[in-house]
């Protein structure tokens, strides 16, 4: 494709307002890829729905309309054009809202109007008769929207637009067009339903605002889905009170901006296209992202926490330090929100001119609200996630680790229990010498268990530790032979042997799926949702059952208890033909192994998986991209370069 063809499959939506999609109805996986389309192809994409002039969403009538955007504490009141001749703000047309207003005279003396807001719910097709009278030009040809008016357009038509390679009228997809009006202070007839409907959402906002006021902290989680559009869009101007606003001062410093990387001009949001090291040059601003995405999972805001991954992930590769908020206006994925976020970083503290330590009002919530902070001590118990941590502090009523020991230890299940029994054991890190030595017994049992052959059972460890952490939160290990009969069930006696030695003191789980389909990559079944990784696999708790030479007893008398630590150890089994595949899959941070299987599909149509890559349509054929790989790092070096994304070292996919 020639570069001016790009330009203009790019630009369909480029003269479009800032559009935002509803999750009504949709799939994470499938809001994604909306969003990317539209991205794609030149649309202003914004989480924050007060911003938005168009809403795409899969709603067909207005009254749905209205409550999806009340509901987001999106106020409207639907639109009454004046005249036929009177062109409406949205777009050029003259044509009448799908619902209208009509407002009703005094009814005697001297009472005010009374306005009526019809959300009937008859069918477009009852109003086509006016809208066939109309013939000016619709919403593409305009760019310049009134600022309190918005639409809400079935999702259809984007992909319709996309596929026409224009953007087509509206008419045919509009299903609500509404005026923006203040949040009332009386509730209204329908305020009983979006009480319920919102409850949760009110609970949620104010743990992760952590400020007292109610109208604030609903707010501030109606909005928490943050604007991502092109550099060249223009930027939001709606604005929390503490805003960024670019002074004078700014544009005179002496010192110029760092010249921006390829990803950033060409905008790439796939995390895997781009190297993010371990130690990148923000890293105590990330830190503070870190911690409000950690609240937003506490509070089961998935969406909340998918886009402070990817602003994160984009803060890690940038290769220099930010001194100024509009440089991180102009990195993919992020916002004016990290940009509002890094100012006060900044004003706090956060910069190298100063001892004190930056901090975020909203990622101190973590460790300074009382609710979040049990919480989150509750999450971090091994085989507890966040709706089972908060059900532990909502319905059963704990408050410490205590309290699940001493009112509910027989209703944890034994994996919780083994969670909770070695809880601090499990927060120390474990050092890059004692992962090395684990790998080391566990290479030594699986030749044990395998002897035969002339090629040894191979063992790689990867995770944190390939990635170059000195302390990682447990250790992964792949196990790997040339010859498929001897992986074959090999977890089973590698775990039995161990167990044998004292090595594992507790098996948490054991998947045997692999071995089950012949070692086979996982088949494709249209949207197969099993998992990222479906090998043979044991997740086991570790102690060294020796004690050295300090640590023996030196004394007569009963045994002391073993001074070694209980480490969390994972340990992977893969076929040889598919060895790259499960490295790759295991080596990257969460964002990098998302945003891989993300491109795999976008670029080819296959579906990744640690056990291989199979084509995404009726046969699902398996993609072989490791033929030519003598070694396993050489399968996964060309498993890189032929899914498109070319060589980076682990150290580089340190995404967060």
Known sequence: MSMDAKASHGAIFSSLPLVFILSTHLSLEALDE???????????????????????????????????LRCRGFWTEEVVP???????????????????????????????????????????????????????????????????????????????????GVCLPQESFMVYRGRKIPTPTTPGIEEKYLEEKSSQIIERAKMDAGLPPPSVQISDHRHARRSKEPSAGSSSQHHPPTLYRQTTSENDEKEPSPSKPDWVRDHILFACLRS?????????????????????ELTLDQIGVRAYSTSIASLAAYPHVIRR???????????????????????????????????????????????LRVLNSFYQIWGVGAKTAREFYYHRGWRDLDDIVEHGWSSLSRVQQIGLKYYDEFQEGVSRAESESIA???????????????????????????????????????????????????????????????????????????SHREQQTLPFHGEDSRGFDTLDKALVVWQNPHCSPEQADSEEGPPKRNPNLHRRVDIIISPWRTVGCAV??????????????????????????SSGVRARDSNGQVVDLEHGGETWEQRERLVMERIGIGWRAPQERCSR
Request: charged share 30%; net charge negative; hydrophobic share 35%.
């Open 440 to 514: 080391d017994i566990i290479r030594e049992h699986a030749n044990r268990v395998r002897p035969e052959g002339d090629d040894k059972v191979e063992c790689v460890i990867v995770g944190g530790y390939r990635r170059g952490k000195e302390y990682s939160g447990d250790v992964d290990v792949i196990l790997t032979h040339r010859d498929d009969i001897v992986t074959k069930n090999l977890i089973i006696d590698v775990v039995a042997s161990l167990e044998s030695d004292q090595y594992i003191t507790h098996t948490l789980a054991l998947h045997v799926t692999s």
């Open 325 to 371: 908020p509009s440089e991180i206006l102009a990195l993919p994925g992020c916002d004016i929100k990290i940009a509002n976020l890094f100012t006060q970083w900044q004003q706090h503290g956060g910069c190298e001119h100063t001892d004190d330590d930056g901090n975020v009002a909203a990622a101190d919530a973590l460790d300074s609200d009382p609710v």
């Open 82 to 164: 004046v005249s036929n001749s009177t062109p409406i703000s949205i777009s050029t047309s003259s044509e009448p809202p799908t619902k209208r207003r009509r407002k009703e005279g005094p009814q005697g003396g001297n009472d005010a109007p009374i306005e009526i807001i019809d959300l009937s719910t008859e069918s477009e097709s009852e109003e086509a008769g006016p809208r066939n009278h109309e013939s000016t030009p619709h919403l593409a040809t305009k760019t310049e929207v009134d600022e309190n008016e918005v639409i809400v357009l079935k999702l259809e038509w984007l992909d319709a637009s996309i596929q026409a």
């Open 584 to 609: 790759l899959g295991w080596s990257g941070d969460t964002t990098f192994q998302r945003d891989l299987r993300r491109h795999a599909k976008k670029a080819h149509s296959w579906k990744f998986d």
């Open 34 to 68: 909306a969003e990317s389309r539209l991205m794609e192809h030149g649309g202003k994409l914004t989480y924050e729905i007060s911003e938005a002039k168009i809403i795409l969403g899969q709603v067909g009538r207005p009254k749905r309309a209205a409550l999806e």
């Open 276 to 296: 993010a090291p371990l130690h990148p040059p923000n890293e105590e601003f990330i830190s503070q992202l870190v911690k409000i995405r950690r609240i937003r």
